[in-house]
């Protein structure tokens, strides 16, 4: 068996659901990767994060953001601009310039988080789902 969503997919064969429950602390709720070896997000040029998300139409809105940390334990959030992809049912692309990520040396990338609601002031939200796909670096 996988956990992976196998409808709801932007190409392969599966995409990553990520089910959130912010009605309860801490309020926001997300997912993570460490990458072994450490990552130069920096090679052949790249310049952004770019990844696909969509939301479950019949969950609650929420902000969807990513988080990045370095090997020196140094981290930055960006947040999608509005609070729709978690209740869009079509696909979104979003690129994140890795500038974005301010305080993140980005050619030395240990973490990836995904999460829905707000990590650094949590407040009470709503519940759904999200499905993230084609998670990639490009130029």
Sequence with gaps: ??????????????SMPVAFDNTKSPYYS?????????QNWTAGG????SLFVRGKTAGDLGVVYVALEDSAGKSAVVSYPDNT????????????????????????????????????TPAAGGTGTIYVDDIRVVK
């Design 46 to 49: 790249v310049t952004a994060l």
């Design 30 to 38: 997300e997912v993570s990767r460490t990458l072994a070896p450490v």
């Design 85 to 120: 992809a978690a209740v869009s049912g079509a696909w979104i692309e979003w690129k994140i310039p890795l500038s974005s990520f301010a305080s993140v040396n980005p050619a030395k990338i240990k973490t990836i988080y995904i999460g829905v609601g707000n990590r650094t």
């Design 1 to 14: 068996g996988t956990f992976g969503e196998t409808v709801r997919v932007h190409s392969g064969g599966q």
